[in-house]
């Protein structure tokens, strides 16, 4: 008799151990999003000088991964109303193949995300607190692992100024970004194992594009990137131009073209900027200045445009320590009358700047500081 009662007492225990574990597991499911909601908002409401808050919090378990949604960021006492971030949807992921090379890394997919810089907000914050920590670092914090891959789809960057008038919006829309093996878990030999490739449409739908490679492990990391800004209409800059240099244009579009190298903290470079049949508008104002302004426009036309191709361009030089980056004065005047009256300049990326430039220059500059500082302990030493 006891043995059969003991019998139906482990029956009963036999279901009902699995029974109560898969019921702890489910309501532990449906808690975690509450739990890391709840972490997430703590995380973005400590950020000195800012608040944040997520709408809400999805969990995969089988995917080893959870998404946040509507994750805004906003400066405390701004001026202005615009949320500095506004990232629509965070897919935050295991990269399941880097777990199979015993690597554990994230993955992550950002659509939407929009980044828009308040001049006003911005600069009040820092004048206010000094001292105000750095928001990508509580951001970065909300990613528990390493992130060796980034995905930006359809994203937004802008620079706005509020009280200029009219209001200025420098914007790029349509950000779609791919930069992968940050953390070199491939290609562990190659100098810049991480790629980069991002596109855009900017202010005046102008047509950017960047491609490069990185090596961001390093404390100052290694690139080697190319960019370009193609066919934006110049008219969609007046209210910048006209705000900080009082000019507008009626007509033409610009285009910047770039390539920058960066060797243990030594960068190698240049910036060209082109307009392209650009006219300025005349401004009404009594005739002298109107005969002052016409005579201004007349040498704008004749000794810096080019005729050939009605182009006015120069390239600006940059090469340096990246504690005191320098741009080369003299070689940008020259190189904008070099366009103008000699050959003009090319509506394209140069391909001359090479990472291995950059190398050999960071060589010569760490030799020069080595004899210096032997030259100082050799005084030291005569003293």
Do not use: C
Request: glycine fraction near 6%; charge should be negative; avoid cysteine.
């Amino acid at each position: 008799m006891n043995h059969k009662k003991h019998r139906k007492v482990y029956k009963k225990k036999r279901y009902v151990v699995p029974i109560v574990i898969i019921a702890v597991v489910i309501i532990a499911r449906l808690l975690l999003p509450v739990f890391v909601k709840k972490y997430v908002n703590n995380v973005l409401a400590d950020i000195p000088g800012y608040y944040g808050h997520v709408e809400g919090i999805d969990i995969s378990l089988i995917r080893g991964a959870y998404v946040i949604h509507d994750l805004y960021l906003n400066k405390v006492n701004a001026g202005s109303e615009v949320p500095f971030l506004n990232f629509e949807k965070t897919d935050i992921s295991i990269e399941w193949k880097s777990l199979l090379k015993g690597k554990v890394v994230s993955e992550i997919t950002m659509v939407h995300p929009e980044v828009i810089y308040v001049f006003e907000d911005q600069k009040e914050g820092a004048a206010e607190d000094p001292d105000i920590d750095d928001w990508t670092k509580a951001l970065t914090d909300l990613v528990p692992i390493d992130i060796n891959n980034l995905e930006i789809v359809e994203g937004k960057v802008a620079f706005v100024e509020v009280t200029a008038e009219p209001t200025i919006d420098l914007h790029m829309n349509k950000v779609n970004l791919q930069a992968t093996n940050l953390r070199n878990i491939v290609q562990e030999d190659r100098t810049l194992p991480s790629d980069l490739h991002a596109t855009a449409v900017s202010i005046g739908d102008g047509k950017f594009t960047l491609n490069g490679k990185m090596n961001l492990v390093k404390p100052i990391p290694d690139v080697d990137i190319g960019f370009s800004l193609e066919d934006a209409s110049i008219t969609a800059l007046n209210d910048f131009t006209n705000h900080y240099a009082g000019i507008d244009f009626a007509s033409g579009n610009f285009n910047i073209f770039s390539e920058i190298a960066i060797a243990d903290g030594y960068l190698k470079g240049y910036v060209k900027p082109l307009l392209k049949d650009s006219k300025l508008i005349s401004k009404e104002q009594d005739k002298f200045f109107d005969t002052l302004w016409e005579g201004f426009v007349g040498f704008f036309k004749f000794v810096l445009k080019n005729k050939g191709n009605n182009t006015l361009a120069t390239k600006v030089p940059m090469e340096g320590d990246l504690n005191s980056v320098k741009s080369k004065v003299w070689p940008t005047f020259t190189n904008i009358i070099k366009n103008g009256w000699i050959k003009a300049f090319k509506g394209t990326v140069d391909d001359e700047i090479t990472f291995e430039d950059a190398e050999q220059e960071a060589d010569k500059s760490s030799k020069r500081e080595n004899k210096k500082e032997n030259k100082k302990e050799n005084k030291k030493d005569k003293n």
